[in-house]
């Protein structure tokens, strides 16, 4: 039924037309060989979505790492392996999804990548497709602050104190765009539009505008 090629590929034969239906071979994959949904999915050519039906409907589930898997992967709105999945669940106030794992609340792509590829430590989880809301694990890569400029969550919780204005690695914005963007709200020109221009996320402007960051810039 199963077979592992020298290679660690695996193929697998099932009697049924639908192999998901195939209780002993879904028990197999998923309990004896420890592969994640997934990975299950993908070897059934079907959707996880079905995988997750055919193992609640056969009672079979891995302990405590299983029930973690299911609970994050229902709140996805997951397609093709190219396209952005995108997270239905709780956002942070950034916009990255936000999920309680292990303890704590974490950002969704970060439970993903470590759902999919184990725990990647002091490494921020960033994206290749600019999509904060996609925890698609192929969209996703492991790397450090001054490899993205955007993510907020990573930085609200790592700030760089001894770092100000764009000295820090992190900063976008240059002082004299401080200068001019602390001038437009002056003028009465909404966060929003600024955060369009400037390429940054409209709570930045809005903390330009409080006088929290960026305060030794005169405007
Ligand atoms: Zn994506």
Not at 13 to 26: A, C, H, N
Not at 86 to 91: F, G, K
Not at 116 to 128: C, F, T, V
Request: negative net charge; glycine residues 8%.
């Amino acid at each position: 039924m199963i077979e592992v090629e020298s290679g660690g590929d695996i193929h697998v034969q099932s009697v049924e037309e639908k192999p998901w239906r195939d209780k002993d071979l879904l028990w197999l994959l998923y309990i004896e060989h420890d592969l994640m949904q997934r990975e299950v999915a993908a070897l059934f050519g079907c959707h996880r979505r079905t995988v997750i039906e055919w193992c609640r409907r056969f009672d079979i589930k891995k302990p405590r790492q299983a029930d973690t898997e299911t609970r994050f992967w229902s709140k996805v709105n997951d397609g093709d392996h190219d396209e952005c999945w995108e997270w239905t669940a709780a956002l942070s106030s950034t916009g990255y999804g936000s999920i309680y794992f292990e303890g704590r609340y974490q950002n969704a792509q970060r439970v993903a990548y470590t759902l999919e590829n184990g725990d990647p430590g002091d490494q921020m989880i960033l994206h290749h497709c600019d999509n904060r809301k996609c925890v698609n694990p192929e969209h996703l890569y492991a790397g450090d602050a001054s490899d993205n400029m955007q993510d907020m969550w990573d930085r609200e919780r790592h700030p760089e104190p001894d770092a100000v204005g764009e000295k820090n690695p992190s900063a976008k914005l240059t002082d004299d765009e401080v200068r001019e963007i602390k001038q437009k709200l002056a003028d009465g020109i909404h966060p929003r539009q600024l955060a369009g221009e400037y390429g940054v996320h409209k709570t930045n402007i809005g903390e330009i505008g409080r006088e929290n960051i960026w305060t030794h810039v005169e405007p």
